[in-house]
């Protein structure tokens, strides 16, 4: 491959990754459940049960109504107590099924391996388990599987990178079970027919490279032309956003996906590394996706840990199973702090693409107040998309949809960069969000004129 380690661009944010070194801790005895029928892009799930039916771990309580959409199914043994509307973490209401737990966890009778014979009952397995993007974009999964045919993969990278501040849960699980990972990396080379695969992961998690090495070379060693020796572990520059999809492949391969393309425009796969080691899980055992693991940390937190829950856990009952709060939270983030959500609710259940759960004290919450751009461009200097954040906010600011088009505001992937360096405090990312619903709207408006 065409390696670069690294893109121009990004910043060095601390990473206060204090979570490194502390073993994933699987919690359960949670009281109940809140299951949100769209926990991926696309449609939501159609509902399947209702209040007062029981249900068992593994089965399905949300149906896909289209393609592009991802199964729900219960996390735990119990009764339907409401269906209800619930506000998610992106502000938007949808249906949730709250579901009292047992205690007892049992699995459910259709959770068995599926059979998996070529490319088609793959994807299907994949679609059935409800698997999305595991690094926080929540894309289902078995949509990645079905690329056109003129743009097949010669290439899957793993995005193994976990660059923002506190996040360690992807690092843990490499740790704690690389042999997942490659098992993950092999099924889907082999499913996808894709000869060659690299796991990016950056140069500071030594012990995480070792262990992948470890597992990688000893299978290479045994089966010299095999598929593992096709597999690469390709340790990268420590820079933010490096996990960003475009700017891993551009270091990985040299290859830029153009503006408002995808990775498959260019013949990449790109899997996070949690997202292929659950496909290892469930092809061996059969349990759809009802579990996250992630990291809870931060100034407000009691105990700082790597965990394993069931999805749909309130973040206050999982805060509380964890330590509690050391401090009172300001803020609470779903997600790291450069990229992640602000919780108006910690009523707000964990989701699939829930990483972590981080709470700052009132002394770090604060945000400090804008003043005056003053034209420095530290901001355009640190854009990985080479974007001028500066001009699209202005742009936001004023309502001018024709310059939002001009300095391609779509193409800005909200990795916080921009923020993060600013002198000024400008709220950049805000802006440039707010600018992309401007644009939204008026692509709407034109859509119903010609109708």
């Known amino acids: 491959m065409a390696l670069t380690w690294s893109f121009s661009g990004g910043t060095h944010p601390r990473s206060r990754k204090s979570t490194a070194e502390s073993p994933t801790v699987r919690l359960d005895g949670f009281r109940r459940v809140v299951l949100p029928l769209s926990q991926h892009t696309g449609a939501p799930c159609r509902c399947l049960v209702t209040p ?24 735990v043994s119990g009764r339907v107590v409401a269906i209800r509307r619930v506000l998610g973490y992106t502000g938007i209401l949808g249906d949730a099924v709250e579901i009292e737990s047992d205690g007892n966890y049992e699995i459910h009778p259709s959770v068995v391996p599926p059979t998996v014979t070529d490319r088609a009952s793959f994807v299907a397995a994949i679609a059935a388990s409800g698997l999305v993007g595991l690094g926080g974009a929540s894309f289902p999964t078995h949509v990645k599987f079905s690329p056109p045919a003129d743009r097949q993969p010669d290439t899957l990278l793993i995005n193994a990178a976990e660059c923002e501040p506190f996040l360690t849960s992807d690092y843990r699980r490499m740790v704690e079970d690389p042999a997942a990972v490659l098992a993950g990396v092999l099924h889907v080379m082999h499913y996808m027919s894709i000869p060659r695969a690299a796991i990016g992961i950056e140069n500071d998690k030594p012990a995480a490279i070792a262990a992948l090495h470890a597992v990688i070379d000893g299978k290479a060693a045994a ?18 956003p490096q996990g960003a999809e475009k700017m891993l492949i551009y270091a990985m391969t040299g290859r830029e996906v153009p503006s408002g393309g995808l990775p498959h425009d260019v ?23 009802v579990r996250r693991r992630l990291t809870l940390a931060g100034s407000a937190v009691a105990s700082p840990a790597n965990l ?34 602000a919780l108006d609710s910690l009523d707000t259940p964990v989701i699939k693409a829930n990483n972590a759960i981080i709470a700052f004290d009132e002394k770090e919450a604060r945000i400090p107040d804008e003043s005056v751009c003053i034209r420095c461009a530290r901001c355009v200097e640190g854009c990985p998309m ?20 001009e300095f391609h505001t779509m193409d800005c992937i909200e990795c916080g960069t921009c923020t993060y360096v600013c002198p000024a405090r400008r709220h950049l990312v805000q802006s440039i969000r707010n600018g992309k619903a401007l644009l939204r709207k008026a692509e709407a408006k034109k859509k119903e004129a010609r109708a």
């Open 386 to 405: 080479h974007l001028l954040p500066t001009s699209i906010d202005a742009a936001a600011r004023e309502g001018d949809t024709e310059g939002l088009v």
């Open 52 to 75: 007062g039916d029981l249900v068992k771990v593994g089965q399905r309580i949300g149906e896909p109504v289209g393609f592009l959409s991802a199964p729900v199914h219960a996390t």
């Open 308 to 341: 394993d829950v069931p999805i749909g856990v309130p973040v206050a009952d999982l805060v509380e199973a964890a330590g509690g709060f050391a401090r009172t939270p300001a803020k609470v983030l779903m997600g790291g702090p450069m990229m992640g959500v």
């Open 223 to 240: 089966d010299p032309n095999g598929p593992a020796a096709a597999i690469e572990v390709v340790p990268l520059h420590t820079r933010y």
């Open 267 to 289: 013949k990449v796969m790109v899997l996070n590394v949690s997202t292929v080691a659950f496909i290892a899980d469930h092809l061996q055992t059969g349990v759809p996706l």
